[in-house]
């Protein structure tokens, strides 16, 4: 279990909030029908670039929560507020007062379920291991969600500050082990998941960083921010993509560290570190959008150009190598 209660939940409700949010997100909020459905996007400046990404969550009725990364929460926050005076009736509100455990793998769900089940005056949404992948339910005490960042299976759950250490405790009690946020780093980094300052901001666009499934086209007549520069973008050809490396000489990639296509130009590794569950090191890197799967190029690492190979991501799901 990781501690990431230094996200930033926040709370947008109101008879215009699914409109609103409609045009705030680069996904279509209109795929949320059901209470408890969850959805990943980007929300992006008018010139595509992306401000954040994050999860928003269908609450039922007329509310929603997002969870935005704790790096931009200011700069999101201002922005929603600042979009949402074109929308009447619109309630913003950050939550400041939750805190927030996810709990990740094989035996995730099985364990944080006992856990909360040991909890004595902490109501648990009913029937937790009926919950989908990326859906949430609450109760008045908790909101779990099953929206993982390392490519294995688990519950983010989130509760009243005050509360988090009796969680804390009760998950530890379940056989539950703590673990740092460096450890996340690789696990999603292995699963091919991109970190926000890292392998996107707001100098990228969606299409630039192997995030294009994230972009709700249609309907065509839907606007949203940014939608006319990303339409630009993709109709010109993308100059450059995010693609997955793995090195075949012995050292380790890191983010900034330079790479060469030969011919096709050069590129730049966006987040790289060695793999724990491949014994090998491995990257995300934006190159020219030529470069091709299985295409071998060198990456600068202290002084010496080494080999690596250019490969499809997610490297391990669930566990497993997919290379």
């Keep these: 279990m990781f501690d990431v209660s230094h996200m930033r939940h926040i709370d947008v409700t109101g008879e215009e909030a699914r409109n609103f949010l409609s045009y705030l997100f680069a996904n279509n909020v209109a795929k949320l029908e059901k209470a408890g459905r969850a959805l990943y996007t980007c929300m992006l400046y008018e010139n595509g670039g992306v401000i954040d990404d994050l999860i928003v969550y269908y609450l039922g009725g007329d509310s929603f929560r997002l969870v935005v990364n704790a790096a931009t929460a200011d700069t999101d926050l201002e922005w929603i507020q ?3 005076g ?4 619109i309630r ?3 939550r400041t007062d939750l805190a927030m455990i996810a709990v990740q793998g094989p035996l995730a769900r099985q364990r944080a379920a006992q856990a909360i089940s040991n909890i004595n005056d902490m109501p648990a949404p009913p029937n937790l291991m009926d919950i989908g992948v990326f859906n949430a ?7 779990v969600a ?3 960042y390392t490519g294995e299976d688990g519950f983010e759950i989130a509760m009243a500050a005050e509360n988090g250490p009796v969680v804390w405790k009760a998950l530890i009690d379940s056989d539950v082990m703590p673990c740092g946020l460096g450890a996340r780093d690789t696990l999603r980094l292995e699963a091919g998941m991109n970190l926000y300052g ?8 969606p299409l630039e960083s192997g995030l294009s499934w994230t972009i709700g086209w249609n309907p065509p007549e839907r606007d949203f921010i940014g939608r006319a520069a990303l339409e630009d973008q993709r109709d010109q050809g993308v100059p450059r993509k995010l693609v997955g490396l793995v090195l075949l000489d012995r050292g380790v990639l890191r983010s900034h560290q330079q790479v060469s296509c030969g011919e096709r130009g050069a590129g730049e590794v966006t987040s790289g570190s060695f793999s724990p569950t491949l014994s090998k090191s491995i990257a995300l890197a934006r190159v020219p959008a030529g470069v091709e799967t299985g295409d071998e190029c060198t990456v600068g690492v202290r002084e010496k150009n080494l080999a690596a190979r250019v490969v499809d991501f997610p490297f391990v799901r669930n566990g497993k190598s997919c290379l």
């Design 137 to 143: 339910a609450q109760s008045e005490s908790l909101f």
């Design 92 to 94: 913003i509100t950050a």
């Design 82 to 84: 600042r979009n949402a």
């Design 86 to 89: 074109d929308f009447g009736n």
């Design 198 to 205: 890292s392998d996107m901001n707001e100098s990228t666009t």
């Design 146 to 148: 099953r929206t993982g």
